[in-house]
């Protein structure tokens, strides 16, 4: 019987969060792995438990062994495709002088394949100053683009590994020794 999960519910704890690898339906935060929907946990890969283990925390993984690959299942299957206008959530994958290549996560909410990528270009970081924006300094982690009020939303420091927190709609500091990084972070609706 699969585990039924919840969107923002933990499913490792800090001891057993390096041997997971987040997949479909699932984020990582600070070192731990999130399910991203309502669905059921699955499991793919690494060490595998008696299915009485149904929580993560539970699970004894060997260091040497392949990461598992978690993942939640919703109620609906079918994986979303991106089209025009959709907002979308994804991880930096590449990023260069003018652009920055994604790995999209969800499209409007729905989680989709793990092979589709878009490109963030310089001009289209922001709706104003477009000859000011420099790519490589605007994007570290999870992000989405197009108006004002979307843009980073998860980032780490460059320097302390560090989860950041927004200060403003440019930047974010690290709260623990106060640096400040640039980067163009997702505002109110």
């Known amino acids: 019987m699969a585990t039924l999960v919840l969107p923002g519910q933990p499913l490792s704890t800090p001891g057993t969060a390096a041997q997971l690898a987040p997949g479909p339906g699932t984020y990582t935060r600070g070192g731990q792995v999130y399910a991203a929907l309502v669905g059921k946990l699955s499991r793919e890969g690494g060490v595998r438990r008696p299915a009485l283990h149904l929580m993560l925390e539970d699970i004894k993984v060997d260091r040497d062994a392949r990461p598992q690959i978690v993942s939640v299942k919703g109620k609906e299957e079918t994986q979303a495709i991106p089209e025009p206008n ?104």
């Open 86 to 189: 959709a907002t979308v959530i994804g991880t930096v994958s590449r990023i260069t002088r003018q652009a920055a290549t994604i790995s999209l996560l969800t499209v409007d909410g729905r989680p989709c394949r793990p092979d589709f990528t878009g490109i963030i270009r310089s001009q289209d970081v922001r709706q104003t100053a477009k000859d000011s924006v420099k790519v490589r300094d605007g994007f570290t982690d999870f992000l989405s683009t197009a108006a004002n009020s979307l843009g980073v939303l998860f980032a780490v420091s460059s320097t302390t590994g560090e989860a950041l927190e927004a200060v403003s709609w440019e930047e974010m500091r690290e709260p623990s020794t106060g640096e400040v990084e640039p980067r163009k972070v997702a505002g109110p609706e």
